[in-house]
């Protein structure tokens, strides 16, 4: 008997402090209960087509101007007051005719604040067409300048990754200190 009620109360104690796992594409179409934890996981790996090297350079029109990309996944971080998400976060470098404008690789590290990144976030509007992806964007941690949206779209032509980024903006004060990242580029996978 003493068995079967430690079984109940661990279960009650379960459910009491569990959560609710929701697909990540899921994100912006479910409606929460209030009460519930809720951890939005890249359970389907629909995040892994974004991850990784990528690379812009256009050698018709400026060969000089290169974007480098890398995109990873940090697992359960914690949003807001109550919950948790799968995030995908970015580091960058950018440079013309050999000179670095703007490099985030040396200083950023995945065990830093979200709020010290100017790429983070990651949620699909449309749940299921998960190669479209909505990121934040602030074009320099801590300094303000641009704020506002970056969107993805990944397509797989046989031989080649790509991902299609285009920033829309909510401010830009052009404050010194802002970088000059273009606001739409094609980037290949690496």
């Known amino acids: 008997m003493k068995i079967i ?13 569990g959560q609710t796992i929701v697909p990540i594409e899921d994100r912006k179409t479910t ?12 359970v389907n ?13 256009n050698n018709a029109t400026n060969p000089t101007k290169i974007v480098e990309i890398s995109f990873f ?6 949003v807001g007051t109550g919950g948790y998400e799968d995030e995908i976060f970015a ?8 000179i670095i404008i703007y490099n985030t690789f040396p200083v950023l ?21 998960t190669n479209k992806l909505k990121l934040g964007y602030y074009s ?29 903006t909510w401010r830009d004060t052009n404050e010194e200190g802002s970088f000059k990242m273009p606001y739409e580029m094609t980037l290949v996978k690496q």
């Open 5 to 17: 009620t430690n079984i109940i109360l661990l279960l009650i104690i379960n459910y009491s402090f």
């Open 31 to 42: 409606i929460e209960v209030e009460g519930n934890t809720y951890y939005y996981k890249d």
């Open 45 to 57: 790996g629909e995040f892994n087509k974004f991850l990784g090297d990528w690379k812009y350079q």
């Open 73 to 78: 996944k940090r697992e359960m971080d914690r």
């Open 91 to 98: 580091r960058i470098k950018y440079t013309e005719n050999d």
């Open 109 to 129: 590290q995945p065990v830093l604040n979200t709020r010290d990144w100017n790429i983070f976030g990651g949620y699909f509007t449309d749940p299921t067409n």
């Open 140 to 168: 320099e941690p801590g300094i303000g300048g641009t704020t506002g949206q970056l969107e993805l779209n990944y397509s797989d032509l046989g031989n080649e990754e790509q991902l299609h980024w285009k920033v829309f």
